[in-house]
């Protein structure tokens, strides 16, 4: 089984950044899996908000957060990040790394296949 561990978190004013990481441990081996980054706001339901392969060749990134987010993967060091700009008060939410199985080269964007999920860290963008 894999687990997840999100960190970065924190409380940071709108225009700022922040890098959250995901680390992951286990079994299967890690390169059978896709990594996504889903985030939850009090009172809303989870939403999907970005992705990587494996490989780390073929990512996504939801229409809401293009452009001020980047998802990257260090696969020696089992870890996935998100980096964050320009953050907004709507931004503040609990973000939540995810696992998919996939082939290596294949990010997954059908939310429903991540099965695997970690604790979550808290964003908050003060206005």
């Known amino acids: 089984q894999v687990q997840l561990a999100e960190s970065g978190g924190g409380l940071v004013q709108t225009g700022g950044s922040l890098r959250l990481s995901c680390t992951a441990s286990g079994r299967p081996p890690l390169n059978s899996y896709s990594m996504g980054w889903f985030r939850q706001a009090p009172g809303k339901e989870r939403e999907f908000v970005s992705a990587i392969s494996w490989s780390g060749t073929s990512q996504y990134s939801e229409p809401s957060v293009e452009g001020r987010v980047t998802i990257s993967r260090d696969n020696a060091k089992n870890t996935v990040y998100l980096q964050m700009n320009n953050l907004e008060p709507e931004d503040t939410a609990v973000y939540y790394c995810?696992?998919?199985?996939?082939?290596?080269?294949?990010?997954?964007?059908?939310?429903?296949?991540?099965?695997?999920w970690g604790q979550g860290t808290q964003v908050t963008v003060s206005s």
């Open positions: 995810s696992a998919a199985r996939a082939a290596a080269t294949v990010v997954v964007v059908n939310t429903r296949l991540y099965k695997l």
